[in-house]
């Protein structure tokens, strides 16, 4: 679905990315782990269009989407999360949603301006199915609520909401359950099953041990821009390399 | 649902048209109650501001843009019609289409490279254009009368039948203003809005949720000109007379103002900061000579409390209190 070809990318000399390859299956869960520096938000960067690599590759269902801008890379069905939220913050829960369906409102000014009814039902339509993204993740009493005086829970909801909502054919989440409690994490390790069982690919990318276990298929561990590992959470588990140069460092296995 | 509730959810889901509707009616029968011509010239003024404040809002409040330039563009509309209907004998509503189409391709000219400037560099590119304009209007005096002005507009017409009192101005210059405030609801409520909000919040996440955000901000910018242009049209037609004077640098400032105070994106609010800030001078003596101080004194002080503007402040305060005050009785 998604392959990693060579990928490198340098920040002032400093390679971050170093000769990276990987492949996302179609309907898997595939997580990217790695301690913190090692690369992993600046491979979904690349991935994107947000950042541009250096040298190599990335091919998306065939086609070679290496460099194209971060906005077509969207329109191809690839959505992401941020690490660091980027909600809109002058806006609504549900408008916030909708702006993941930004792009089937239609693009022209004069439609927009006019509002025939062929735009106003579309509109009623995208609203709905906002609606219903904001009912998966448990968010519909806070549909009109600003974004900014979320919780910070809440607000990582309204991120993966919006993710979701276009149903995208690849999903990018950069560490989904950063910074959230033991019952908010165990509620989205549901959600993310709960998307593969529809049949959505995912790359995660996650400090979370346990969580990363528990929902991928397939794991590739990165470490100083290397891709050191890759295999089923159980090989990688047991893989040496990864024990000593993350595992054993951090101690995050349980 | 109770009686109560049903009623709050019809008012909720029908707000913009009531608003419009509420408006429509006391705009039409105002004039009938308050036929004072002095009046009726303000608050004309007030409507055909309303078009600027409103295509400003868009692109500052809405799309997170800035200009210090759009009086330049309301200047453009409002001298080419001048001088195309006086010195050329073109018929004003054609003129004012030409115009309009004219000013879109300088807006597309000057925003194309100055877009891509971010915050300081984009208000003072906008600032050198208007300074530009402002200097040709002043010193072109074949063409546009100098210092001293152009007079003799012709007042619009429908064949033989003229808009020439400011009654009959009145009509034409407000249905022009809500017609201008329906499209902009309309814009915002869409996928092309959303867009625009999603660039003012995070350039980066919109590009990543599909918007191609260079575009986008030349759109809305040509939107927002094309309204100026469209109002300084209109401004000429209504008044027969213009000067550079209503077109400096401190009238762009004036404008920013205007949706500032009335609020950040909010298309209401472009009215509310139109009228306030044109209103309030004519009754308070030491306004009007200390206006510029007072104006910068009202952008500072409602940016320092409410950086969301005045209008758009208070109603998500309003929003925030409501949603809790929902939530404990829940
Ligand atoms: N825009 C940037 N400019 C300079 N260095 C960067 C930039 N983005 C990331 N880096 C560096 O690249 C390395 C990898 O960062 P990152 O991809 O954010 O790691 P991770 O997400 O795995 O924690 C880090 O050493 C970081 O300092
Ligand atoms: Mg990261």
Known sequence: ML??????????????????????????????????GAGKT????????????????????????TGLPAYRVARLGISRTFQNLKLFPRLSVIDNVLCGLTVQGGQSMLGALLRPPRVRNRERRL???????????GLTELADWPVDVLAYGDRKRVELARAVVSEPRLILLDEPVAGLNHEETATVAKEIRALRAQGYTLLLVEHDMDLVMRVSDHVVVLDGGRCIAGGTPDEVRRNPLVLEAYLGRTGALA | MNIRDRILYFLDLHRNGLTVLALSLLLAVYPLAYGNPYILGLTNLIGIYTIVVLGLNLFIGYAGQISLGHAAFFALGAYGSAVLTV?????????????????????????????????????????????????????????????????????LSFGAWQFDSDLKLHYLVWTAALICLMLGLNLVRSGVGRGLAALA??????????????????????????????????????????????????????????????????????????????????????????????????????????????????????????????????
């Not at chain 1, 979904?44 to 989407?65: K, Y």
């Not at chain 2, 000013?103 to 971010?118: D, E, Y």
């Not at chain 2, 100026?228 to 008044?239: E, I, K, V």
Request: hydrophobic share 55%; aromatic share 10%; with cysteine.
């Open chain 1, 3 to 36: 392959d990693v070809i060579s990928v490198c990318r340098n920040f002032g000399g400093l390679p971050a990315l170093s000769d990276v390859s990987f492949s996302l299956q179609r309907g898997r869960v595939t997580a990217l782990i790695g301690p913190n």
């Open chain 2, 201 to 330: 919040g995070d350039e980066v996440a919109a590009r990543s949720l599909g918007v191609d955000t260079r575009r986008a901000k030349v759109k809305v910018f040509v939107l927002s000109v094309v309204l100026a242009s469209l109002a300084g049209s209109l401004y000429a037609h209504t008044f027969g007379f213009v000067s550079p004077d209503t077109f400096g640098i401190f009238a762009s400032v004036d404008f920013v103002t205007m949706v500032v105070v009335g609020g950040l994106g909010s298309v209401w609010g472009s009215l509310f900061g139109a009228a306030l800030l044109t209103w309030l001078p004519e009754f308070i003596d030491v306004f009007e000579s200390y206006k510029d101080i007072i104006h910068g004194l009202i952008l500072v002080l409602v940016l320092l409390f409410l950086p969301k503007g005045l209008v758009t402040g208070l109603i998500d305060l309003s929003r925030v209190r409501l949603a809790r005050w929902r939530q404990r009785r829940a």
């Open chain 1, 127 to 137: 609203r709905l199915r906002a609606m219903a993204a904001l009912d998966r993740f």
């Open chain 2, 87 to 155: 010195k050329w004998g073109v018929w004003p509503w054609p003129a004012i289409a030409l115009v309009a189409l004219a000013t879109a391709m300088v807006a597309l000219l000057v925003g194309i490279p100055a877009l891509r400037l971010h915050g300081h560099y984009l208000a003072m590119a906008t600032l050198g254009f208007n300074i530009v304009i402002y200097t040709v209007l002043v010193q072109w005096d074949e063409l546009t009368g100098g210092p001293s002005g152009f007079a003799g507009i012709p007042a």
């Open chain 1, 42 to 65: 600046t491979m979904i960067n690349c991935i994107t269009g947000v950042d541009i690599p250096d040298a190599g590759r990335v091919d998306f269902a065939g086609e070679d989407i």
